[in-house]
């Protein structure tokens, strides 16, 4: 977590921003706290998909599975 604050902080930008949810996210899943695990997921992926260029990269595959997921009923 400490990892996710120090590049929240100092990377505020888009990459930066997805990747402090990123190491949020493996902090979360460490402690086993999966819903907020998933959380940061999202927020990660939904900021990778709001920017033109990962559209347009293969990120698009990704994505595209997760919305498939999140769109599947638990």
Not at 15 to 41: F, K, N
């Amino acid at each position: 977590m400490e990892k996710a604050r120090s590049i929240w902080y100092e990377e505020r930008n888009i990459i930066g921003t997805a990747i402090s949810h990123l190491y949020a996210a493996l902090a979360y899943l460490l402690r086993g706290d999966v819903g907020w695990y998933r959380t940061s997921v999202i927020w990660a992926m939904d900021i990778m998909g709001d920017h033109e260029y990962y559209r347009q990269t293969s990120l698009a595959i990704p994505l595209a599975l997760f919305e498939r997921f999140m769109s599947k009923p638990n």
